[in-house]
């Protein structure tokens, strides 16, 4: 099985492949797929980021990298799941591992194309704190586009989109959610028009991207260091003090004031 190529499948056509997964067309081949070929390029990565410290970081960064996103993956998926059930939704635990390994696959493969300039900073700027602030702002972009991604992908109103595309053409047959004429055009309804449920799983999708944001960050701080510090001896764990974003503050700050 070439697990890269159902990647450049899901990069090449997105609309298709999420399409595929709504109806549990070849979903254990996609999940592994998805799953190894994202840890590869997450631990491409991870050892780059390493490769400030020593060798030795960049084994331990290059495995904790996909750790970290594959860690929050198992931590946050029982609880969108099965408020999404309770809350009436249709799809399979496994479709929903699924949907998550795409916009991880995505984050992946967006870090994977950050790895020329990180590494061009690596070898021109042996600046500590910068070098943490750049990959601050690249881990955050690629991030925020991983879960625009999923959020898309996601909403019941997709949900309810894909079940009226296989549903039988009917000329000028309203729904409650879409609208299917004989030339097999669908237009979404107004938010409005969305029954209670769908608008209650709506509200736990956008709670749920925000802890599954949080929890990440806190992961990768429990999980530090990725980087390494300069003339320090390589931990594969640091005491868990402070916080995430209180050590990115100190970064600022220690760049705007020297």
């Not at 079940?163 to 053409?169: D, L």
């Amino acid at each position: 099985m070439n697990y890269f190529t159902v990647l450049i499948t899901l990069l090449r056509d997105r609309e298709n492949f999420v399409e595929e997964i709504h109806h549990k067309a070849r979903l254990k081949t996609k999940i592994t797929a998805l799953l190894i070929s994202s840890s590869i390029f997450l631990a491409i990565y991870g050892g780059i980021i390493g490769a400030f410290a020593s060798p030795l970081q960049v084994l331990a960064s290059a495995i904790k990298l996909p750790a970290l996103y594959l860690i929050t993956l198992i931590i946050c998926l029982p609880t969108l799941y099965f408020f999404n059930a309770f809350f009436g939704s249709k799809q399979s635990i496994g479709q929903n591992l699924a949907l998550l390994l795409t916009a991880i696959s995505i984050t992946a493969v967006l870090l994977f194309s950050f790895a020329p300039v990180t590494l061009f900073f690596l070898i021109t700027i042996r600046n500590y704190q910068f070098f943490i602030l750049l990959n601050v702002v690249i881990f955050a972009l690629t991030g925020f586009i991983g879960i625009s991604y999923l959020y898309q992908i996601m909403r019941p109103e997709s949900e309810q989109l894909e079940i009226a595309m296989a549903a039988p053409v009917v000329d000028n047959v309203e729904s409650d959610f879409v609208v299917v004429d004989a030339d097999q055009k669908l237009s979404k309804k107004s938010n409005k028009d969305l029954d209670p449920a769908a608008k209650t799983r709506t509200n736990i999708l956008r709670f749920w991207l925000g802890l599954y944001a949080f929890v990440g960050c806190q992961l990768a701080w429990t999980l530090r260091p990725f980087f390494g510090a300069p003339g320090q001896a390589f931990e594969l764990f640091r005491p868990r003090e402070g916080n995430f974003y209180l050590s990115v503050i100190q970064s600022l700050l220690e760049i705007l004031t020297n």
